[in-house]
């Protein structure tokens, strides 16, 4: 199975392998990120805008490549009215999204974790700046966002950037590890491509891992 990432950065190829090696353990999974220009804004706001981001990467992916899965993750930020401090001012939260589609038409799209960001870095991105290099200068640290992230350095490390793409990713893989339930969805279930599990939830010939298959 070649799954494409519709990015080069490494902190989200890793996390992509990562998850598809542990979903597909019997599957010959390779994965590989490209550079994607698409035009998509340095610094997505709000939900629908970041999941859009996120579509188009795969998308892109599957019209340009050769890719059996194309999956795009994108990171944004939405601003909420009414900051805790009773202010007025809008409180940013760091938000991601991922899209996963695969060749023959199936489209699985999560939400992944949210967390509020400081006032301090919420005006800055409210001011037209992208929050890496606002990280950067936080932190002290080249290109943050290819190692902790934000969401790592306010964790204090107890969930680095990785770690939360793959709890997105693996929210995204749903309908590839069930696609039983959802089969009716336009017609396309998600098995055709990637093997799909029975029934009683043990794996077919080419579906997902025991552990995958088990589930809860």
Not at 56 to 66: E, S
Not at 74 to 102: K, M, P, Q
Not at 174 to 195: N, Q, S
């Amino acid at each position: 199975m070649k799954v494409i990432v519709g990015s080069t950065n490494p902190v989200k190829v890793r996390a992509v392998r990562s998850v598809f090696a542990r979903a597909f353990r019997d599957r010959d999974i390779k994965v590989e990120g490209i550079d994607v220009d698409l035009g998509l804004p340095d610094q997505p706001l709000g939900d629908d805008e970041t999941r859009r981001c996120a579509v188009a990467r795969a998308a892109h992916v599957l019209a340009t490549t050769d890719a059996d899965v194309g999956v795009g993750l994108e990171g944004g930020v939405a601003f909420e009215s009414g900051g805790e401090g009773g202010d007025g001012e809008r409180e940013a939260h760091l938000i991601g999204w991922c899209a996963i589609i695969t060749r023959d038409g199936v489209l699985s799209v999560a939400r992944g974790a949210s967390m509020p960001l400081p006032p301090a870095v919420g005006r800055e991105i409210a001011a037209g700046r992208e929050l890496g290099p606002v990280m950067d200068e936080l932190t002290g640290v080249h290109n943050s966002k290819q190692k902790l992230g934000a969401i790592g350095y306010f964790t204090c490390g107890l969930l680095p950037r990785e770690k939360s793409w793959e709890y997105t990713i693996t929210c995204a893989l749903v309908k590839l590890l069930r696609p039983e339930h959802y089969a009716g969805e336009g017609g396309r279930g998600g098995g055709a491509a990637l093997g799909h599990t029975h029934s009683d939830g043990t794996p077919g010939s080419s579906g997902p891992s025991d552990d995958a298959a088990a589930c809860y």
